[in-house]
């Protein structure tokens, strides 16, 4: 049993290490959005990617070691950690439990990351897309009409090659 705990107390160690790389290429990804280096943003996406793959083995991992612990003191499989704890070895009961705690805080910090860097990336098209659209001609516009109204009118627009011929 010592054996199954001590594994899964490894896996549990490994995965808070996997989170903690992740939040710092997530950090890293933030930081290159926001100083707008257009060039590395792609190569932070693909570094994130990368690093989510190795968290998704560690958390595997960990898993399997949390049902073989399980199993081996006669529990089911889907027994939780919080169910676990109080059936080890008093000795490790602090540790495990600051492991987990550690290891969801990192999880909760990785989704806040996540998400700010995708509402980054979001605006940043979004303000792309604006200056795009005021490079292009707007299919209506709004014109007075004899009576003083206002009144939308269709411009029909030319292929940019011809307009600019």
Same mark, same amino acid.
């Given at each position: #049993? ?30 290159? /959005?926001? %100083?707008?280096?257009?060039?590395? !943003? ?11 793959? !190795?968290? %998704?083995? %560690? ?25 676990? /704890?109080?059936? #080890? ?7 495990? @439990? ?6 969801? @805080?990192? /999880? ?27 490079? /292009? ?20 627009? @030319?292929?940019?090659?011809?307009? !600019?011929?």
């Amino acid at each position: #049993m010592i054996d199954d705990l001590n594994k899964l107390i490894e896996s549990l160690r490994e995965e808070l290490k996997q989170y903690g790389e992740l939040l710092a290429r997530l950090d890293h990804q933030q930081e290159v /959005i926001l %100083a707008m280096a257009s060039d590395d !943003i792609i190569a932070t996406v693909s570094a994130v990617n990368d690093q989510s793959a !190795i968290v %998704a083995q %560690a958390r595997k991992h960990r898993e399997n070691c949390r049902i073989n612990f399980a199993r081996k003191i006669g529990k089911p499989d889907k027994t939780t950690f919080e169910e676990l /704890i109080p059936l #080890m070895p008093e000795e490790y009961r602090p540790l495990v @439990k600051a492991l987990v705690e550690e290891n969801n @805080k990192l /999880i909760i910090q990785v989704q806040q990351r996540a998400r700010q860097n995708h509402l980054l990336l979001k605006r940043s098209l979004e303000l792309m897309q604006q200056f795009i659209n005021s490079l /292009i001609k707007p299919e209506t516009t709004t014109v007075y009409n004899g009576a003083g109204t206002l009144k939308s009118e269709e411009i029909k627009n @030319k292929p940019l090659y011809e307009a !600019i011929g």
